[in-house]
């Protein structure tokens, strides 16, 4: 199998994995590009949920200001990211993912906080 069959291969595994997880049903509401935010979610012990950003506007950049403390955290691109629950693992989890862009209520970066309720 050629070098580029088998990073083909491997790039298909991980966007099929990401995108087989349930989209994270969140409460909170999009702000504006420059406005730091409050989300909350609920997830499972041990599952994966995708966490979208949904700013109005053209997102520039975003990353991961705080990793979460019983779960962990993977960017799959600029507006999506995904959490998995620490497997055993029942209670509160936190952190916080952040946006650039421009939009048409404000331009900027905004921090998202997200507080997760694992059960």
Do not use: W
Not at 75 to 86: D, H, S
Not at 91 to 117: C, H, K, L, M, W
Request: with cysteine; glycine share 12%; net charge positive.
């Amino acid at each position: 199998m050629s070098r580029f069959a088998v990073l083909a291969v491997i790039a298909f595994g991980l966007a099929t994995a990401s995108a087989r997880a349930a989209e994270c049903r969140v409460t909170g509401h999009p702000s504006a590009f420059g406005v730091d935010m409050v989300a909350f979610f609920a997830v499972r012990s041990g599952e994966t949920c995708n966490f979208p950003i949904r700013i109005p506007g053209m997102m520039a950049s975003s990353g991961i200001s705080q990793k979460p403390a019983h779960g962990t955290l993977r960017q799959v691109n600029v507006t999506t990211f995904t959490y998995t629950a620490a497997r055993g693992y029942k209670g509160s989890d936190t952190f916080a993912i952040y946006g650039s862009g421009e939009g048409p209520y404000g331009s900027g970066r905004s921090v998202i906080t997200v507080n997760a309720t694992i059960q």
